[in-house]
């Protein structure tokens, strides 16, 4: 086994029992378009690969791609970092299923580089700290709801799948992780800049055991912009959920831009 690097938060999956139920959640099917990030020593791939006719793997680490064409001779392999990929240019208008079990270090990242070529991705299936895979399916008036919760419910519907040990990796993690997966949403408000919405949510959740109309005095927008505001800004952002986000995203947007 090659050694697992800390830079590229490698922590290879080696049980077979948690192995076969990501392969279920993800039900890979001949004529997907699938991408795996980060196969390393290819404990997905094995299945992946053999599901699929169009099956590529992005792997940042040179180390193991030689090891990866040897267990799969045919294997379309990009060396090269998943962040700098172009979706849409791999997608040549069709839509791309996504999977991994991803370095955490880099989970941020990833989601939002999904989220911004969203219109390319089907859905996603990932391996995530279990931490995080509770704030981006938590909802309102809970501890983990917060501006990863509302961004991504908003563009994607979230299944949180199931917790898995450290004791299915080498080298161990010290903490707990989670499948999710993410069905990315065929229709957003047409009236509604994703753009904006985005630094709404980012803003109202800037002080977060402040009111909202604290919170926008302190951020970008300021606090003259809500004068007339249909959300109460006496509360709290974690008292709101999507919806509410979306009414108070698009009456800061018609303030912005009222033609």
Same mark, same amino acid.
């Given at each position: *086994? ?7 938060? $490698? ?12 392969? %279920? ?12 990030? &980060?196969?390393?020593? @290819? ?9 699929? /006719? ?12 030689? /090891? ?53 991705? /089907?859905? %996603?299936?990932? *391996?995530? $700290? ?5 704030? *981006?399916? =938590?909802?309102?008036? %809970? ?5 990863? =919760? ?52 980012? &803003?109202?959740?800037? /002080? ?19 004068? @007339?505001?249909?959300?109460?800004? =006496? ?17 800061? $947007? ?6």
């Amino acid at each position: *086994m090659v050694k697992p690097l800390k830079k590229f938060g $490698q922590n290879y999956l080696v049980d077979k029992n948690i192995i076969g139920k990501i392969i %279920t959640e993800i039900a890979p099917e001949k004529e997907d378009l699938l991408i795996e990030i &980060g196969p390393g020593q @290819g404990a997905l791939t094995s299945e992946l690969y053999s599901a699929c /006719n169009n099956f590529i793997a992005v792997e940042i680490d040179n180390r193991v791609i030689e /090891n990866l064409k040897a267990k799969f001779p045919s294997i379309n392999i990009i060396n090269g970092d998943f962040l700098a990929l172009s979706l849409k240019n791999i997608a040549q208008g069709k839509k791309i299923r996504i999977a991994g079990n991803i370095p955490y270090n880099i989970t941020s990242p990833i989601l939002f580089k999904l989220i911004e070529e969203r219109e390319s991705v /089907n859905d %996603t299936v990932l *391996m995530v $700290q279990n931490e995080v895979a509770k704030r *981006m399916s =938590s909802v309102k008036r %809970t501890k983990d709801y917060g501006i990863l =919760s509302v961004i991504l419910n908003y563009f994607a519907e979230v299944k949180y799948c199931f917790k898995v040990s450290p004791n299915v990796f080498f080298p161990k993690p010290n903490v707990d992780s989670a499948v999710v997966h993410l069905f990315f949403r065929e229709t957003l408000d047409p009236d509604l800049s994703p753009d904006v919405f985005i630094k709404v949510v980012k &803003g109202a959740f800037g /002080n977060r055991r402040k009111t909202l109309k604290n919170s926008f005095s302190n951020s970008i927008f300021g606090s003259d912009i809500f004068e @007339g505001c249909p959300i109460d800004l =006496s509360k709290r952002a974690e008292e709101l959920d999507v919806a509410d986000f979306v009414k108070l995203a698009k009456f800061v $947007q018609h303030k912005l831009n009222p033609s």
